[in-house]
């Protein structure tokens, strides 16, 4: 399985699934390092095929309460269009979107905090956040702030963010709280 684990995350697809084992289950940490591999067609497609294998990408890890959706977020390089159905299947699959890791806050506020994207490039994923129905974007997250907070603290950067935020819950019939001073 180490070698199956290290192809998940250093592959490319072919390479993997001429690797991969033809039974038994699929390990949610194969699926995880396979949402790290730094090639991110290879990382689109190993973890759908993996998805589509019967990975459970719900489960939290147990070191640092990251999910599914924080690894994929987390990643150094990005097409946010190819990777958004991805991000969008973890999310319909049960990984929680509201889930807080003590050292990155919520996946919502992990993306917000990439700084070489600007919002318009990384709308793809926003879109698949604020489709999200359970998206609560006041719960306590980074260093307790709430989503918002965060966002609204870099609006120079975030102001696409901040306006959606705000829309989103105004759209939902609850209250946007004021600005801090």
């Known amino acids: 399985m180490a070698s199956v684990w290290y192809d998940a995350g250093n592959s490319n697809f072919e390479q993997f699934t001429a690797a991969f084992p033809d039974e038994g289950p699929v ?13 991110v067609e290879a990382r689109v497609a190993i973890s759908e095929w993996l998805l589509d294998r019967g990975a459970k990408p719900s489960r939290v890890g147990v070191r640092n309460a990251a999910t599914a959706a924080h690894v994929l ?3 150094a390089w990005h097409d946010f269009e190819l990777e958004a159905p991805l991000l969008r299947r973890l999310l319909d699959l049960g990984v929680d979107v509201n889930a807080v890791a003590p050292r990155s806050g919520t996946a919502l506020q992990l993306l917000s905090g990439k700084f070489k994207y600007s919002d318009e490039e990384l709308s793809p994923f926003y879109d698949v956040f604020f489709e999200r129905p359970d998206l609560d974007l006041l719960k306590p997250g980074w260093r307790g702030f709430s989503t918002l907070q965060l966002a609204r603290n870099a609006e120079d950067s975030r102001a696409l963010l901040v306006t959606r935020m705000e829309q989103y819950l105004t759209d939902r019939g609850i209250a946007v709280p004021e600005r801090e001073v």
Request: glycine letters at 6%; zero cysteines; a negative charge.
């Open 73 to 75: 977020v987390d990643q």
């Open 27 to 39: 390990d949610y940490d194969v699926l995880i390092q396979a949402l790290s591999n730094g090639d």
